[in-house]
């Protein structure tokens, strides 16, 4: 499943025409310092009736990296599940189902989860760049393992950068706003692409609804992660 939010990938097209051979100058993201932390998030499902996803969420920033790590089980989908990290605090629960359609889609899951911040993609240090490659269950397996890292500062240069699309469901920290990942949460999403779904159940930028359903969800909190199994 391929699925790119159209305005951003016209975008994408553009910055690899203008920074090819560039990159990012020392100057331009060395002034933002990321504290040193370590955070963790139990992921808990969402949607349970198109199968109970669970897992768990590992964050860590030192030494100027930060480092993602993501473990979901499930029913195997065989398909790619996008991955957020959300602006606000709280998870949604089925009773923000506001139309009543038995589904909580991805527009009134962010009525609650806010915008995405960061998506947990190929690339960390671009919001833009990495949006359709998300991690895939591989046939006969009951589960994927996330893991990607990242120089921190980039990472944060890029997430105080003008928002050119201040309309869509992706949003920027303010140029003095911290990460405060305590106070963001995580959500999981994508059923497999074949599965019907009601037509009221709503996406967002051109993603197929299969795509954008929530199926968990987790808070973070800080602490240590030691106790999460790869198996």
């Known amino acids: 499943m391929n699925f790119t939010p159209v305005k951003r990938l016209c975008s994408l ?8 051979g560039k990159g990012y100058k020392e100057k331009e993201y060395l002034q933002y310092e990321v504290a040193s932390g370590r955070f963790k998030a139990t992921l808990k499902p969402l949607n349970s009736h198109v ?5 768990w969420v590992s964050l860590s ?3 100027y990296q930060f480092w993602a790590r993501v473990k979901v089980m499930g029913p195997n989908t065989k398909d790619m599940h996008a991955q957020y ?5 709280m998870c949604p629960m089925m009773s923000d189902d506001t139309n009543h359609d038995g589904y909580l889609d991805f527009m009134e899951a962010s009525m609650v989860a806010g915008p995405i911040l960061l998506p947990l993609d190929s690339n960390l240090n671009s919001q ?3 949006l359709n490659e998300f991690p895939v269950m ?6 994927y393992y996330y893991s990607e890292a990242c120089n921190a500062e980039r990472m944060m240069f890029d997430l105080r950068r003008h928002d050119s699309y ?6 920027k920290l303010a140029s003095s706003e911290k990460l405060n990942l305590h106070k963001r949460i995580v959500m999981i999403y994508g059923v497999a692409q074949e599965r019907a779904l009601p037509t009221t159940v709503r996406s967002f930028d051109g993603y197929p609804s299969q ?3 929530p199926i968990a969800c987790g808070e973070i909190m800080v602490g240590e992660s030691d106790g999460f199994s790869l198996k």
């Open 51 to 55: 199968g109970a996803f669970h897992g």
């Open 166 to 171: 201040q309309t869509d469901m992706i949003s």
């Open 85 to 89: 990290i959300h602006t606000r605090g």
């Open 211 to 213: 795509a954008s359903l």
């Open 61 to 63: 920033i030192e030494d």
């Open 128 to 130: 833009m760049f990495g």
């Open 138 to 143: 591989r046939s006969k397996k009951d589960f």
């Open 13 to 20: 097209c553009l910055l690899t025409l203008l920074s090819c």
